[in-house]
Nanobody, 123 residues
Framework: QQRLVESGGGLVQPGGSLRLSCAAS????????IGWFRQAPEKGREGVSC????????YYSDSVRGRFIYSRDDAKNTVYLQMNNLKPEDAGIYYC????????????????WGQGTEVTVSS
């Protein structure tokens, strides 16, 4: 079965860093774009970052650009989201999903979601 499993969330102080992981199984990584979304308390789900293998470009939302870094390890079939200089507004549940991804847009391709991993930013 096709699966994406998030991990790496936790508690961090403002200004700190955290790296999230998204492990894929049941499909070949290279055929799909994988993206990150988040849902903060009292907020809707928003796109954060993605990489498009077809276009070889990486998307970042305006709020995280310059602080977050998307990467992937094809051998491990895993993508990562390195989050630096974290702010309280970065807190929430982070999800990864198969997406349509361009340099400026991110959309959940199949509108399916896993359990996510929670990030808490608090002093």
């Amino acid at each position: 079965q096709q699966r994406l499993v998030e991990s790496g969330g936790g508690l961090v102080q403002p200004g700190g860093s955290l790296r999230l992981s998204c492990a894929a199984s049941g499909f070949t990584f290279g055929f799909y774009a994988i993206g990150w979304f988040r849902q903060a308390p009292e907020k809707g789900r928003e796109g954060v970052s993605c990489f498009s293998p077809a276009q070889n470009v990486t998307y970042y939302s305006d709020s995280v650009r310059g602080r977050f870094i998307y990467s992937r390890d094809d051998a491990k079939n895993t993508v990562y989201l390195q989050m630096n200089n974290l702010k309280p507004e970065d807190a929430g549940i982070y999800y990864c999903a198969i997406v349509y991804c361009t340099i400026s847009t991110i959309t959940n391709r199949f509108d399916t979601w896993g359990q996510g991993t929670e990030v808490t930013v608090s002093s």
